[in-house]
Protein backbone atom coordinates (compact mmCIF):
# COMPACT_ATOMS: atom_id res chain seq x y z
CA UNK A 1 0.00 0.00 0.00
CA UNK A 2 1.28 3.60 -1.04
CA UNK A 3 3.88 5.06 1.18
CA UNK A 4 2.51 8.91 0.74
CA UNK A 5 5.07 11.32 0.85
CA UNK A 6 8.27 8.32 1.36
CA UNK A 7 8.13 9.55 5.08
CA UNK A 8 7.22 6.53 7.39
CA UNK A 9 4.78 7.12 10.48
CA UNK A 10 6.63 7.06 13.49
CA UNK A 11 4.92 4.85 16.60
CA UNK A 12 3.96 8.40 18.17
CA UNK A 13 2.62 9.66 15.42
CA UNK A 14 0.34 6.60 14.63
CA UNK A 15 -0.68 6.46 18.65
CA UNK A 16 -2.11 10.36 17.94
CA UNK A 17 -3.67 9.53 14.63
CA UNK A 18 -5.33 6.92 16.65
CA UNK A 19 -6.24 9.19 19.87
CA UNK A 20 -7.59 11.37 16.81
CA UNK A 21 -9.71 8.97 15.25
CA UNK A 22 -10.92 7.39 18.50
CA UNK A 23 -13.27 10.83 19.21
CA UNK A 24 -16.43 10.05 19.07
CA UNK A 25 -17.34 12.90 16.65
CA UNK A 26 -14.69 12.47 13.93
CA UNK A 27 -16.19 8.47 14.27
CA UNK A 28 -19.38 10.28 13.51
CA UNK A 29 -18.22 12.47 10.64
CA UNK A 30 -16.31 9.26 8.90
CA UNK A 31 -19.07 7.16 8.90
CA UNK A 32 -21.62 9.67 7.38
CA UNK A 33 -19.67 10.36 4.37
CA UNK A 34 -17.61 9.28 1.61
CA UNK A 35 -16.14 12.75 0.67
CA UNK A 36 -13.41 13.15 3.67
CA UNK A 37 -11.14 15.60 2.92
CA UNK A 38 -12.56 18.04 5.11
CA UNK A 39 -12.29 15.70 8.31
CA UNK A 40 -8.30 14.85 7.46
CA UNK A 41 -8.04 18.49 7.17
CA UNK A 42 -9.26 18.35 10.73
CA UNK A 43 -7.48 15.62 11.72
CA UNK A 44 -4.37 16.85 10.13
CA UNK A 45 -4.82 19.91 11.98
CA UNK A 46 -5.59 18.33 14.99
CA UNK A 47 -2.11 16.57 14.81
CA UNK A 48 0.04 19.75 13.92
CA UNK A 49 -1.12 20.95 17.51
CA UNK A 50 1.32 17.96 19.02
CA UNK A 51 3.83 19.21 16.52
CA UNK A 52 2.90 16.39 14.15
CA UNK A 53 3.33 17.48 10.15
CA UNK A 54 1.00 15.23 8.06
CA UNK A 55 -1.24 16.55 5.48
CA UNK A 56 -4.82 15.61 4.85
CA UNK A 57 -4.06 13.07 2.52
CA UNK A 58 -1.24 11.38 4.96
CA UNK A 59 -3.66 11.01 7.44
CA UNK A 60 -6.28 9.79 4.86
CA UNK A 61 -3.95 7.34 3.68
CA UNK A 62 -2.71 6.06 7.30
CA UNK A 63 -6.01 5.83 7.97
CA UNK A 64 -7.09 3.93 4.92
CA UNK A 65 -4.01 1.29 5.89
CA UNK A 66 -5.19 0.55 9.40
CA UNK A 67 -8.38 -0.03 8.67
CA UNK A 68 -7.27 -2.67 6.39
CA UNK A 69 -4.76 -3.93 8.38
CA UNK A 70 -6.92 -4.06 11.08
CA UNK A 71 -9.84 -6.00 8.80
CA UNK A 72 -6.91 -8.53 7.55
CA UNK A 73 -5.99 -9.39 11.41
CA UNK A 74 -9.35 -9.82 12.18
CA UNK A 75 -10.38 -11.98 9.38
CA UNK A 76 -7.71 -14.08 10.27
CA UNK A 77 -8.40 -14.24 13.77
CA UNK A 78 -11.73 -15.30 13.13
CA UNK A 79 -10.97 -17.97 10.67
CA UNK A 80 -8.32 -19.62 13.58
CA UNK A 81 -5.17 -18.08 12.48
CA UNK A 82 -2.99 -16.14 14.90
CA UNK A 83 0.09 -15.51 12.13
CA UNK A 84 -1.13 -12.27 11.74
CA UNK A 85 -0.91 -9.33 14.16
CA UNK A 86 -0.88 -5.40 13.71
CA UNK A 87 0.89 -3.30 16.63
CA UNK A 88 -1.78 -1.41 17.18
CA UNK A 89 -4.60 -3.88 17.36
CA UNK A 90 -6.19 -3.23 20.80
CA UNK A 91 -6.38 0.55 19.81
CA UNK A 92 -8.29 -0.44 16.58
CA UNK A 93 -10.35 -2.80 17.98
CA UNK A 94 -11.45 -0.40 20.26
CA UNK A 95 -12.86 1.94 17.65
CA UNK A 96 -13.70 -0.42 14.75
CA UNK A 97 -14.66 -3.49 16.70
CA UNK A 98 -17.73 -2.30 17.86
CA UNK A 99 -19.48 -1.11 14.42
CA UNK A 100 -22.00 -2.96 14.83
CA UNK A 101 -22.54 -2.09 18.53
CA UNK A 102 -22.78 1.33 17.54
CA UNK A 103 -26.59 2.19 17.27
CA UNK A 104 -26.92 0.65 20.63
CA UNK A 105 -24.32 2.46 21.90
CA UNK A 106 -25.86 6.20 20.66
CA UNK A 107 -28.48 5.65 23.12
CA UNK A 108 -26.43 5.79 25.81
CA UNK A 109 -25.00 9.14 25.33
Known sequence: VANEGGKHWTVNEVRALIRIWSDKSIQQQLEGTVRNKRIFEQVAARLQKFGIDRDWKQ???????????????????????????????????????????????????
Open 59 to 109: CRTKYKNLKHEYKSVKNAQDSGSTSKSLKFFNELDAILGHSTMEQASKSDN
